[in-house]
């Protein structure tokens, strides 16, 4: 069964600066999409970026990019000159590639402090 | 174009009642999934449906059910209601192999 992990529980970032999330994932699939998504408080899931596995280029949204290490299983998210907005809870997603259902993460919740 | 909707958003209910809970995907989407989110459990898949008919089913017990209508939209239906099944419940929608969409939630406390 895939798996999805988040080991940061809570972060905190200054507002204009730099913040990564982790995530890791176990599969033995080869078709696979990764997502991030965002939960506000208004608790609507945002879908914040994209990753197929068999792209080698890491996704990238404005202020938002992944890292997206595929022999490590690491998919960890970016996000560059951080805003009051982006304080949420961050969930980590995995999809096999002919499935339709998400396994998620435990959730990251993001401070941004001014 | 509008969005997933889903109603109602609030809902208080008795142990062992039943409730039903409407999703209203995107124009266009006939995939609709159902996930329910806890703070113990955190976010874990109930059913998926397509064209009407169930296409996966998560770890859940027989008092959770579903269906999807010939507009897409889409109803689940807890019976038997117990305190743990308070929850939010999440629909989304998709088309073809592109991202899900989520509505705002439904939230469920049982009393």
């Known amino acids: 069964a895939q798996t999805v992990t988040q080991s940061q529980p809570e972060m905190s970032v200054q507002e204009a600066e730099t913040v990564t999330l982790s995530c890791t994932y176990d599969t033995s699939e080869s078709d696979y999409y990764l997502f991030w998504y965002k939960q506000p408080p208004s608790r609507q899931m945002i879908l914040v970026i994209r990753?197929?596995?068999?792209?080698?280029q890491n996704a990238t949204e404005n202020r938002f990019s992944v890292n997206f290490q595929k022999a490590a299983k690491s998919f960890s998210l970016k996000i560059s000159d951080s805003q009051l907005g982006d304080a949420a809870m961050y969930f980590c997603a995995y999809r096999r590639g002919s499935a339709r259902q998400l396994t998620f993460g435990s959730g990251t919740q993001l401070t941004v402090l001014p | 174009k509008a969005g997933v909707t889903q109603t109602p958003r609030y809902l208080i209910k008795t142990r062992g009642q039943q409730v039903t809970l409407s999703c209203s995907p995107i124009s266009g989407h006939r995939s609709v999934s159902w996930y329910q989110q806890t703070p113990g459990q955190g976010l874990q898949f109930l059913f998926e449906?397509?064209?009407?008919?169930?296409?996966n089913k998560g770890n859940f017990p027989g008092r959770f059910s579903g269906r999807q209508f010939s507009n897409s939209r889409s109803e689940m239906n807890v019976s038997t209601l117990e305190l743990g099944d308070s929850a939010l419940y999440l629909c989304a929608s998709r088309t073809g192999s592109n991202e899900a969409f989520f509505g705002q939630g439904t939230r469920l406390t049982v009393v």
């Open positions: 990753q197929e596995a068999y792209k080698q």
């Open positions: 449906y397509f064209s009407e008919t169930q296409r």
